[in-house]
């Protein structure tokens, strides 16, 4: 059923492939339905799509020619969030589970902070993001999609807000490499602080909190008599290297956590004049069984409760130490939690 675009585009790329000696076929999935496909009773009516399977090298890769904007060979193009899909073939099969492998890193942000000037400014920050295979996908089709002050003004809003600091664009958001093979997008952008004024008395203005937003990757359930969806499709990191313009304490701790649903690891180091973060967060499952909602909601809150890294604005006074502060604020934020459990 439909306009037909995706059963020609497909139909086109096998005939394509199999006159250069690559197998191919068709395949019907579901766009609406996904994982749930497998629990309903066998029905033609049940499709609403068809994309290819190709056997290449001893190796299997299912792919969507309608796709917009993709790129990368097949090691490195998007793994299709599909559920399942059943290949038509003259021997006839049955429905399988398409691959996915949510383990994959696809996402890599870097927030730089630059403090070595502080007496001629309140510094700047530097935001690099990486992104890999679907997530480079769904980024080039934005921006082909948007006006580009619009996709900047977008992603300036979100430097505020994960900064938690007023900026001024001194860069805006601007992609500095496009791989075609490796399925690889990098952006920049540049911005001056402006609100963090060393002459504003506000303690809480002499410490910078940055989030790390992946958590949003693994939601709270709204109802737990049903299963849940974890949005969160692959490995995620995230870096955050502080420059400052003097010395500072020796740092070094780590923090890590692992369940049926995610592992994470954090880890905080100093280096000379230099603070360093790096997060990384690694989803293991993609649906969440009402019988566990429980145990992944508890799991869920901890990776909450670890989303921020804070550190001073330009200068760390000796004695402080990072990483007593990092386990204070945890441990904190642990208690309000279980407070509120109980009220």
């Known amino acids: 059923k439909g306009a037909g675009d995706c059963k020609g585009k497909s139909n086109l790329l096998i005939v394509l492939l199999n006159s250069i000696g690559v197998t191919a076929n068709p395949v019907l999935v579901n766009t609406r339905i996904g994982n749930a496909l497998s629990h309903y009773k066998p029905s033609a009516c049940h499709f609403n799509h068809v994309i290819i399977r190709v056997e290449m090298a001893g190796k299997t890769y299912y792919f969507d020619p309608t796709m917009q904007h ?46 070595r000037e502080a007496g001629k400014g309140n510094g700047s920050v530097t935001i690099t993001r990486k992104f890999l295979a679907q997530h480079a996908d769904r980024t080039r089709s934005y921006i082909a999609s948007s006006e580009i002050t619009d996709v900047q ?94 010395e500072i304490p020796e740092e070094q701790c780590s923090s890590k956590a692992s369940n049926p649903y995610f592992k994470y690891h954090k880890e905080v180091w100093s280096e000379g004049k230099a603070l360093h973060f790096y997060t990384r967060v690694t989803p293991l499952r993609e649906v969440v069984d009402h019988a566990d909602i429980g145990e992944y909601e508890s799991a869920a809150r901890q990776l909450y409760r670890r989303r921020y890294s804070k550190f001073p604005y330009q200068s760390i006074a000796a004695g402080s130490t990072i990483c007593v502060a990092m386990a204070a604020l945890l441990l904190l934020a642990s208690l309000i939690a279980a407070i509120i459990a109980v009220l």
């Open 70 to 115: 993709q790129a990368g060979d097949f090691e490195h193009a998007a793994h299709l969030d599909l559920g399942y899909g059943l290949n038509l073939t003259a021997a006839g099969e049955d429905l399988v589970k398409l691959p996915r492998d949510i383990s994959r890193k696809l996402f890599e942000i870097r927030h730089r902070f630059d403090f």
């Open 153 to 246: 003004k977008d992603y300036f809003e979100r430097a505020e807000e994960d900064c938690g600091l007023e900026l001024l664009t001194v860069k805006p958001f601007t992609v500095v490499k496009d791989d075609a093979n490796t399925n690889l997008l990098v952006t920049e952008e540049q911005y001056e602080i402006t609100n963090m004024d060393s002459d504003d008395e506000d303690d809480e203005d002499d410490e910078v909190f940055v989030t790390t937003t992946f958590h949003r990757g693994f939601p709270y359930p709204d109802d737990k008599k049903f299963q849940l969806q974890i949005s969160a499709d692959g490995e995620l990191e995230h870096y955050i290297d502080v420059l400052y313009p003097s």
